[in-house]
């Protein structure tokens, strides 16, 4: 079965671009990018995940990551909460079963989103707050 984890940032109702470049750096700690046109592609060398893809561009930035199955361990979550603290992006899995936020956020999902979701919203405040 396939799964796949979102990071995303939203502001009223909205998903808002992260500067491209910066999540690629950010990411570069955990992998390895393609290379050129594929600069958003993004390979691990352990069970971290599948694969990544950050979503968009150097111009118009980067609307999010995709995590292709990835490992729900300790790794993964610090990583998602890094991701949380440095550029305030919220995960969410494909089934909307859940979206953790980073604290204060909760009212800035989609409210489209919001109706979908099976569990609601999570604010994180820590590693324990990601998938208990």
């Known amino acids: 079965m396939s799964f796949t984890v979102y990071l995303q940032r939203f502001h009223e109702g909205a998903d ?26 993004f390979v691990f060398p352990d069970e971290l995940a599948d694969d990544a893809s950050v979503i968009g561009n150097d111009e118009q930035g980067a609307s999010c990551i995709a995590f292709h199955r990835p490992v729900i361990d300790d790794r993964f979550k610090r990583l998602v909460l890094s991701a949380m603290t440095q550029f305030g992006l919220s995960a969410y899995d494909d089934g909307c079963e859940w979206l953790f936020m980073p604290p204060g956020e909760s009212g800035h999902a989609p409210a489209a989103m919001l109706e979908e979701l099976a569990n609601g919203t999570r604010e994180v405040h820590g590693l324990d707050d990601l998938w208990p």
């Open 16 to 41: 808002v671009p992260v500067p491209f470049a910066s999540l690629i750096a950010f990411l570069s700690q955990y992998g390895t990018p393609g290379n050129d046109a594929l600069a958003g592609e």
